[in-house]
Structure formats: structure tokens, C-alpha cells
């Protein structure tokens, strides 16, 4: 039952946010009392770091696995990116930004396990780019690596970025192109522009 509450609770948060979604909709959405819920979840807090928690190893396992296939560096950060943004319902509900206004606490310790996370398999793509020539051999993979995961994290502040005048999808797309092109060499920006005719 609390996988479910959990699952339940995590596809509501990222349809509707998490300010919007209370206790009493999750129970009627389940067809449970909100006793059961408290049974589990102390409060609304301890349910949003539960679900926050269990989106964060769901898409930390799928980024590994991609990472596994072993693909062409910017091939897999486009794989990423297709696969973050399909478990975050394409962020239309800006759930990071809506996390740090009101769960701060939660946002956080988010971010510090992101950046961990990220930091290792940006460094990794990085390292094996320039291996195989798609990316300049002088770049300070620390600095970039570190500079994306900035723009990354950068593009859903709300208030930079409103979501009427930028769709999340579209600032995702667009940030990763200008990642890419900046670090690219020819034989890069060729995949690169193949990847981006591609529907």
C-alpha cells in the first residue's frame, strides 16, 4: 500500500504540483480514507520526500542503464534527456521550482544527490567525447561539467524562465544544443545536427 500511495502520490505531484495536490485528493484518487495515508506518511512533508525519493531512483536506475548501452556520447545525453523529461511529465508543472519555494528542506538535499549523480556521468561522457573526438581535446571537463549541471538546474527557475514564455521541453532541447555546440568538434557537430533533423 505504500508503493502505491507513493506512486499515486508522485503522478499527481508532477501533474498538478505539489502546493495543489492535498491529502484529501490522493485518498479520494486511491479510493482510501486519508487514515490509511497518515498511517504511512506522517504528514504531507514526509509523503513529498518519499515521493521525491522514489522518482529520484527511478531515474537514476534508467540513466545507468542507458549509460550501459555504452552509445555515442551525444547521442546518450540526448537518450537522457529524452528519458528525464518522459518521467517528469515534460516538468509542466516546473516541479523542481514549485519543490524549492515549498519544500526547500527537500530541494536541497534533491540537489546535492543530482549533482552527485550527474557530476560522475557528465565527467564520464566528457572523458569518453574526447576519446573519440566528438568533443575538443582542451576543454576543463571540471568547469563543464559543473556549468551544465549549473544550466541544467538554472533553466527551471521560474522566474528567469516563465513557463508560458518557455516550455520546459523547449528550454531542455535548446540548452542541450548550446551545451553541445560549445564543446563539439566537426565530426561532433555533424552527429549533432543528424540527431536534431530527427523527429
Known sequence: MKEK????ANDMFLNFGFKSVTMDDLASELGISKKTIYAHFQNKTKLVEAATDHLFCIITDGIDTILEENKEPI?????IKAFVMYHLKDEKTSPQYQLQKYYPRIHNSLKVRQFETMQECIIENLERGIRTGVFRKHIDIEIISRLYFMG?????????FPLQQFPVSKLMTDYLEYHVRGIA???GLKILDNLLKQP
Do not use: S
Open 152 to 160: 541544467m538546474t538554472g533553466i527551471k527557475d521560474q522566474e528567469m
Open 5 to 8: 500511495i507513493i506512486e499515486k
Open 75 to 79: 547521442e546518450e545525453l540526448y537518450a
Open 185 to 187: 568538434t566537426e565530426k
